[in-house]
């Protein structure tokens, strides 16, 4: 079945880059759907980040695009988060998610166990 | 603020029909499929309804999702204890922009 785990440093300072990755097993990552990021701050909802297609088309969300990037290594069957610049505000349990792909993009259906970033000198 | 607008919260008794209400705009909602899913505490959102009604294989047909115009609702019949969970609302906007609501705290009584 298909399972996907995020991966990366817990704790972020504030001004540096969040790095994580996302692996995907049970699916092979070219084989199609999109791949997407979201975030849940403690005790709030849910934020879309980005979402990105194997050959690297993405989508990102404006209110974050200046300091967002996602990439994709079909190789390892991964893909990635950058946020740059970070502050307290960024702190968040981060998810990745497989984005069903009809004719327009459609609904998370497989999630990552989520992952706590917290940002903080 | 999130871009789509649920009540905070809902509640019911075991065996009672609960809705939950989704409310966005013809930029998403009204032009958009809505999605729905369950978030039990301390685990990932689950996808409950798809496409407006459409129910994922394992979901049981106790969910039923709905759409008209540019609000949606979740219901949820045959209320049970497992079923208390956070639940969110999702669509895409026309500049395939995802959006979510801000999430209904699901209490069973």
């Known amino acids: 079945q298909v399972q996907l785990q995020e991966s990366g440093p817990g704790l972020v300072k504030p001004s540096e880059t969040l790095s994580l990755t996302c692996t995907v097993s049970g699916y092979s990552i070219s084989s199609g759907y999109y791949w997407g990021w979201i975030r849940q701050p403690p005790g709030k909802g849910l934020e879309w980040i980005g979402s990105i297609y194997h050959s690297g088309s993405t989508y990102y969300n404006p209110s974050l695009k200046s300091r967002v990037t996602i990439s994709v290594d079909t190789s390892k069957n991964q893909f990635s988060l950058k946020l740059s610049s970070v502050t307290a505000a960024d702190t968040a349990v981060y998810y990745c998610?497989?984005?069903?792909?009809?004719?327009?993009?459609?609904?998370?259906?497989?999630w990552g166990q989520g992952t706590l970033v917290t940002v903080s000198s | 603020q999130s871009v789509l607008t649920q009540p905070p919260s809902a509640s019911g008794t075991p065996g009672q029909r609960v809705t939950i209400s989704c409310s966005g705009s013809s930029s998403n909602i009204g032009s958009n499929y809505v999605y729905w899913y369950q978030q039990l505490p301390g685990t990932a959102p689950k996808l409950l309804i798809y496409r407006n009604n459409q129910r994922p294989s394992g979901v049981p047909d106790r969910f039923s999702g709905s759409k008209s115009g540019t609000s949606a609702s979740l219901a949820i019949s045959g209320l049970r204890s497992e079923d208390e969970a956070d639940y969110y609302c999702?669509?895409?906007?026309?500049?395939?922009?995802?959006?979510f609501g801000g999430g209904t705290k699901l209490t069973v009584l």
């Open positions: 999702a669509a895409w906007d026309d500049s395939l922009r995802r959006v």
């Open positions: 998610a497989r984005v069903e792909v009809g004719l327009t993009l459609g609904g998370e259906d497989y």
